[in-house]
């Protein structure tokens, strides 16, 4: 790095973009809509499995406002949607992947389905007419869990993929790790379900298609993760047209967490019907459209046992999980429960592992990657299994991890399932949070808490994700002729506050203000490449290459700037939006250096890219602190600290943001979500009525620290941070209540997410099995 400049890495600067949303300037997709636009309105399917047939469609298309109704008969040219990461079985081969049609072919598999879709002048006009639709359908037999769907005798979504299994592999080695469990002095096993969530952001998904018959351009405004993909899903795949004749823009997004990262079937339809109809075409989501029709994640099941020696280290780690896909395959929701068992060692050193995955379909709104994507159902599992084997040896849950944590001189570790570790002091990280958490004075508070008729735990959760790997970034920064900075990213910000992270990246080489460099994002005509935003990647992979081509353009100026200076290039230095002959007055500004190089525009701009060779991997310590009342199950989260190694923090501001929101997004999952179906496949948690999310009085200030160790596989040192509160979250809150009510009674089976239904029912049950 250069040097330290005042706006540059490392300072908590206030977020840029935050005075244009507080001020109701925010440009949403659903501000971009032209005028003339149509309304897009989705009939979609009330049963979980059933036969369809539409009847006279005539009648709904006469309807005041009408401008076309159309099913799968009418779209037979498009092609289906692709989910772009399956995994093959374990000995090398694919299942058939189960097809995704635009829309639903004569069968429907799980309430929301899209069977018809109706354009109309307005938007009660098009719903009207879905209403009006005649369809007659035939119930068919539904499964929705997962021990259901494996059965014998359970009804199968797909002929190629019998028994419902979409995949079934493994990592590891089998033979070593039943060799290990067979002189193992102690076996610890635990079921754990994760439960499914639905990532409500406030901003619902939508899309404006446009289409011009002149140039054969379509154009996509979309609510999205990343515009490039979509593009090239859609031409590739859908419409089947070159790459070149669509452009997708996506403007702000209100909050994406993974599930605004999928292609869904709205967007190309849009795009279709604004071709026929010759007008624009939008469709907002309701609601009520998001619950049934947006992706919903997490819904594992997964059986854990561990291999221990006589003295409480690790020896072998066996893991079977059950990955629910739902009805079809997700873009990468294959991917999502094979990811976690790659995880699945955790930071801790274990020698023998196998891990078996298998991804089921069910008659259910498919799965997708939701902040963490594997990661935090990894963590989940093996940090309530860590914590049972504590109390199966009678340790303590901090000193059964330190026994067995990996250490810094193992470095780099490669784990049993592939992974490889660069750096990490996951131990010291522990003991600063628990320094940071106050753990040497939980007695006393348990002791007031008793006093006041609650049940005080304590939980931590050790976690380590991995982040930031795959695909690159190419990227540029131009200066303009009034002397700031334009860059172009193909990342996507859906709220974490990119403008202000690149434009410090920026800043910090180009020594101006970060409101003096515009960041472009989110349009396949401006920005030609990009992989958008996912798997915590935008900052560690995007700023990487933010700080090349800064560099590079800061090379380049001083060359432009050192015949004008007369001095060389290496007399010059950027100093205070310009550059200057070091230990003189003499000094251009910017905009005095752009219109040096009228004649040359090349020299303003500088490209590059970056791809990283391997993931980072955070990792942290997560402490929570519960009040269980033992009348009502009702509980309160009364401290929460959490010390992370993020490797560099570029923004401290940022990072707290994102680090927040994780851990709340956690504690939802564990304390208050679950997307509940009925037997007959009908969700029955399906608004925010019955959906509960966490409230801002649910949970208390946070402590948060860091303890950066920087990566070696980033040239900046950063590790990704967007996900990782999320990921530590929920096996520190469960290990906290469970830890209370062992105190209190002792053996218990608790599950996500724990309501206080849940609480009493666990604590009715210890009670009546406790020992007299």
């Not at 005539?58 to 949607?81: C, F, K, N, Q, W």
Request: glycine share 10%; hydrophobic share 40%.
């Amino acid at each position: 790095m250069t040097k330290q400049m005042k706006f540059g890495i490392g300072q908590a600067i206030k977020r840029v973009e935050d005075v244009r949303f507080i001020t109701g300037r925010g440009n949403y997709t659903a501000d971009s809509v032209p005028a003339n636009a149509l309304h897009a309105a989705f009939l979609r399917s009330p049963y979980a499995h059933a036969r369809f047939t539409i009847g006279d469609l005539s009648a709904a298309g006469a309807m005041p406002g009408v401008r076309a109704i159309y099913t799968l008969a009418d779209l037979l040219d498009l092609g289906e949607l692709r989910c772009i990461w399956t995994i093959n079985n374990a000995d090398g081969s694919l299942t058939p992947t189960k097809p995704y049609p635009i829309m639903a072919d004569g069968e429907v598999f799980h309430v929301g389905d899209i069977v018809a879709m109706v354009v109309a002048e307005t938007e009660f006009a098009a719903r009207d007419a879905v209403e009006a639709i005649e369809v007659t359908w035939e119930p068919l037999e539904v499964v929705v869990g997962l021990d259901e769907a494996l059965a014998a005798d359970a009804p199968q979504l797909f002929h190629g993929a019998p028994g419902n299994v979409a995949y079934d592999t493994h990592f590891g080695d089998a033979a070593a790790t039943d060799a290990v469990f067979a002189r193992a002095a102690h076996l610890v096993r635990l079921r754990v379900v994760n439960n499914r969530v639905i990532a409500n952001y406030i901003e619902t998904r939508g899309a404006c298609g446009e289409y011009d018959p002149a140039t054969g351009l379509f154009t996509l405004h979309v609510t999205s993760q990343g515009v490039h993909g979509f593009r090239d899903q859609i031409a590739d795949n859908v419409l089947r047209v070159p790459r070149d004749a669509i452009r997708v823009v996506t403007h702000d997004v209100g909050g994406g967490f993974g599930t605004k990262a999928m292609l869904y079937r709205e967007y190309p339809l849009v795009l279709e019907a604004a071709r026929r109809c010759g007008r624009p075409v939008r469709w907002i989501a309701e609601r009520s459209e998001h619950f049934t029709g947006d992706a919903q994640a997490r819904d594992n099941l997964t059986t854990a046992e561990m291999a221990l020696d006589a003295d409480g280290r690790f020896l072998g780690l066996r893991l079977d999980i059950l990955g629910n896909l739902g009805a079809y395959p997700s873009q990468f929701g294959p991917a999502v429960a094979y990811v976690g068992g790659s995880m699945a060692t955790g930071a801790y050193d274990i020698g023998a592992i196998f891990v078996r995955v298998r991804g089921v379909y069910t008659h259910t709104v498919p799965t997708d990657a939701y902040r963490g994507a594997g990661n935090p159902e990894a963590t989940y599992v093996l940090e309530r299994l860590v914590d049972r084997c504590a109390r199966a040896l009678g340790l303590s849950p901090e000193a059964i991890r330190a026994r067995n944590f990996v250490s810094p001189a193992q470095m780099p570790y490669r784990t049993g399932t592939g992974r490889t570790y660069d750096v990490g002091d996951f131990a010291g990280t522990m003991r600063a949070a628990l320094e940071l958490a106050g753990r040497d004075g939980f007695e006393d508070r348990a002791a007031l808490s008793k006093v006041r008729g609650k049940l005080r735990g304590f939980g931590l959760a050790s976690y380590i994700e991995c982040t930031a790997w795959g695909d690159g970034e190419k990227g540029s920064v131009q200066l303009d002729p009034d002397g700031d900075f334009t860059l172009l990213v193909g990342t996507q910000s859906s709220g974490q506050g990119h403008q202000t992270a690149y434009a410090q990246v920026a800043a910090h080489y180009l020594d101006v203000e970060p409101q003096r460099v515009r960041v472009i994002q989110g349009d396949t005509t401006r920005v030609q490449t990009g992989a958008g935003t996912g798997g915590s990647r935008s900052i560690p992979v995007g700023a990487v290459m933010v700080s090349r081509v800064s560099e590079k353009l800061v090379a380049s100026l001083k060359q432009l700037a050192a015949d004008a200076l007369e001095a060389s290039a290496g007399d010059l230095e950027v100093s205070d939006g310009g550059i200057r002959v070091v230990g003189t007055d003499r000094f251009l500004p910017y905009a005095e250096i752009a219109a040096l190089a009228i004649d040359a525009p090349d020299r303003l701009i500088a490209i590059d890219s970056f791809t990283p060779p391997d993931a980072t991997y955070p990792n942290g310590t997560h402490c929570c602190e519960v009040e269980v009342d033992p009348e009502t199950g009702a509980v309160s989260i009364a401290r929460y600290s959490v010390v992370d190694d993020f490797g560099l923090t570029l923004n401290p501001l940022l990072l707290e943001g994102q680090i927040h929101g994780g851990i709340v997004q956690g504690i939802g999952q564990a304390l208050h979500e679950a997307a509940v179906y009925s037997p007959e496949g009908q969700l029955l948690s399906a608004s925010l009525m019955d959906y509960c999310l966490p409230r801002a009085d649910q949970v208390p200030n946070f402590h948060i620290g860091t303890r950066n160790v920087p990566s070696t596989t980033n040239p900046l040192g950063l590790k990704g941070a967007g996900e990782a509160g999320s990921v530590g979250a929920c096996p520190a809150v469960l290990n906290a209540v469970s830890d209370a009510l062992w105190r209190a009674y002792g053996p218990h089976e608790l599950d996500m997410p724990a309501t206080p239904l849940a609480i009493f029912n666990a604590m009715e049950t210890a009670r009546r099995n406790r020992p007299s």
